[in-house]
């Protein structure tokens, strides 16, 4: 007996490491643009401060860009090429002008009204061009690196198709051959696509040679020669959802998951009162109120899809259950409950941090690393706002069902 307590040490590590193990953990980064600087700050925190390790990150628009570096944890690369990213290594055709206040400081942006008109005349797809972005993706992801990447872990891509209006996801899983490099460039392609917002940047389409060498996205859809790809912002600016859908696609135990969600915005609203009577200004409006609204839905749905659900599902007599015990329920409040749950937590910019830099598309400097030290301070109640659910797993499983029902996660099996 005089070795029992190395065996109950031994034992107690290998139930902690299995349990280590078994537990899945993600990262969604949402889109932002130039605002994304915080969310990566929030990202090194998470990942170098509180030492999460995330099976795959999932990332929309500015998520999209960054993700692979942060599979790779490579946070130094990552702020250096994001925050000394400028308008001109983005823009190949830049359609916007800038106006700044008596400070010095930019606070509104326009449409260059000429090139704008000129190019709906010669039927331009849309008003700017992001070639520039093309190059810089390439340059920050060549070929050793990238192969890198993707030997450390995955990370997965939302793209919106604007030909048929669903959005798509696409695995580096799929996308890892080392003795063909063109699955690197159209997975690239994938990322630059993510990031393209629809009018002002470049609408790409999809070509034959990559039909043929990759015909589907990672749920099995077909891809169709000339469909055209932009920011999937305008369906899935918060991929929680998708998250959601990979724990509970990758999970085989009762094991409590974590999903972080980095949203690089403000929890509420933030468009100030407008004044402009004039066409352009109020298309850039338009498109950040329904920004805002994706982004919103984003977030919220999923709590409302999972009480509508829960009433439809659950015995007759509980069809009138208080709120209070449909959250006992979504919560797993039932210790015997053999599922397990999923802690999501969501992770807001605070007021102040976006007041210091409200315009996603302007690139400045100075202002990034401001916002990304903010970030990575992850000062509860002043930088970033956090709040968080625990989501029981076979609930989720009912929202997953849901969601395809109501065509709200596009491409997932209903069973």
Known sequence: MKYAPFYLVLLFFSTFLNQAIAQKKVLVVSGGGARGAWGGGVAQHLVEKQKQDYDVVIGTSTGS????????????????MYTSVTTKSIFSVN????????????VEADIRGFRAVKRLVFGKKTLGETKNLRKLIEQTY??????????????IIAVANFTNSDEYYFSSNDYNNEQDDRY??????????????????????????EIRLCPVDMDGRRLVEGDCWVDAGIRDNVPLLRGIQYVLENDDDDQDDVIDVVINNTEGINIEDFESKKILPSLIRTIN???????FNDVNIPGELIENTLRQVLPETMQRASDEELANIMRGSDENDEFGNIRINLHFM??????????????????MNNIWEKGLAFEEGKTVIIKSEMLNKRVAMLLIKEAKRQHLLAGLSEE
């Not at 060549?142 to 990370?155: L, M, R, T, W």
């Not at 393209?196 to 609408?203: D, E, H, K, Y």
């Not at 605070?350 to 202002?367: G, I, M, W």
Request: with cysteine.
């Open 65 to 80: 860009l960054m993700a692979p570096l942060i599979v790779q944890e490579d946070f130094v690369r990552l702020r250096e």
């Open 95 to 106: 359609p916007f002008r800038f106006r700044k206040n008596d400070e010095g400081r930019v």
């Open 142 to 155: 060549p070929a050793e690196k990238y192969q890198d990447i993707v030997s450390k872990g995955e990370f």
């Open 184 to 209: 690197r460039k159209i997975m690239l392609d994938h990322i630059w696509r993510s990031s393209n917002q629809p009018l002002f940047m470049t609408l790409d389409c999809s070509g034959k040679n």
């Open 289 to 295: 109120i329904l920004s805002y609204d994706v982004r």
């Open 350 to 367: 605070t007021q102040p941090v976006f007041d210091a830099h409200p315009l996603d598309l302007y690139f400045n400097k100075e202002s």
